[in-house]
C-alpha cells in the first residue's frame, strides 16, 4: 500500500513570492496534519483537517493557510514567504479524528532566497 | 500537553538493547507517551504510545514508571538502521492532532 506522499520533493522560491504543497494521504486516513521542520530542530505543528474541517491550528502567522479536498487530500499554502520559512514541509495522516498514530510523508524541502 | 526532557545523544552497539529515557514530570491522568523517531532525511516514524501499562509492538518495548513522571523506550537489538532521533511526546487524546516534538534523542548505532 502507498504511504503518505508529498509534491513537490524541493522547492526554491525568493521571498514575497507564495507557495503551495501537496499532500496525499494514505488510503482510508481522513485526518491530515501538517508540520514545519527547521534544520536541527523537531517539527512544529501548523494544522490538523479531518473531514474537511480545519481542527487544530499551531503558532503559526496567517500567511499560512490549508484546505482539504472531499478526496482527503490536502494543501499547505504560505504567502508572502521570508527567509524563516525555509524548511522541510511535513504532512501526517492518521485513520482517527484524534491522530493518535501519524504516519508521515517524505517532506517538502523549501528554501526561499 | 506536559513538556518531556531528553539526553540530547546516546550510542548503541549494535545487537545490544538500547534504553531511552525520557523525563515527563509534569504529566496529567490523561495523557498519553508517545515515541516517534526519524531517520535522516525521512519523514517522523510512530513507534508505540502507552498510558500507565507497560507496551510492546513488533519494533520497541515502552516501560512508564508507576508515577508516571518517567519513561523508557527499550530497542531489544539495536542494528544500525535504528540510528535517527528519537522523540519523547507527551499528549492528550483528543488534542486533534497535534503533536509537540522536542530536540529528541539522537541515537546512533555503531558495529
Known amino acids: 500500500d502507498a504511504g503518505v506522499t508529498q509534491s513537490p520533493t524541493h522547492l526554491i522560491k525568493t521571498r514575497g513570492q507564495q507557495v503551495t504543497l501537496r499532500c496525499s494521504p494514505i488510503?482510508?486516513?481522513?485526518?491530515v496534519s501538517w508540520y514545519q521542520q527547521v534544520l536541527g530542530q523537531g517539527p512544529q505543528f501548523i494544522f490538523q483537517y479531518y473531514e474537511k474541517e480545519e481542527r487544530g491550528r499551531g503558532n503559526f502567522p496567517d500567511r499560512f493557510s490549508a484546505r482539504q479536498f472531499p478526496n482527503y487530500s490536502s494543501e499547505l499554502n504560505v504567502n508572502a514567504l521570508l527567509l524563516g520559512d525555509s524548511a522541510l514541509y511535513l504532512c501526517?495522516?492518521?485513520?482517527?479524528?484524534?491522530?493518535?498514530?501519524?504516519?508521515f510523508g517524505p517532506g517538502t524541502r523549501l528554501l526561499v532566497l | 500537553d506536559a513538556k518531556t526532557t531528553q539526553p540530547p545523544s546516546m550510542d548503541c552497539a549494535e545487537g545490544r538493547a538500547a534504553n531511552l529515557p525520557c523525563n515527563h514530570s509534569t504529566i496529567s491522568g490523561n495523557e498519553y507517551v508517545y515515541w516517534y523517531r526519524q531517520i535522516h532525511s525521512q519523514g517522523p516514524q510512530y513507534i508505540i504510545h502507552?498510558?500507565?501499562n507497560n507496551e510492546t509492538n513488533e519494533m520497541a518495548s515502552l516501560i512508564i514508571t508507576e508515577d508516571r513522571k518517567s519513561s523508557t523506550l527499550i530497542l531489544p537489538h539495536a542494528t544500525l538502521r535504528d540510528t535517527a532521533v528519537y522523540y519523547c511526546i507527551v499528549r492528550i487524546t483528543d488534542s486533534w492532532g497535534k503533536l509537540q516534538f522536542g530536540a529528541g534523542t539522537q541515537v546512533v548505532v555503531t558495529p
Open positions: 488510503s482510508g486516513h481522513k485526518s
Open positions: 502507552g498510558l500507565k
Open positions: 501526517a495522516s492518521s485513520l482517527d479524528p484524534e491522530g493518535a498514530s501519524q504516519y
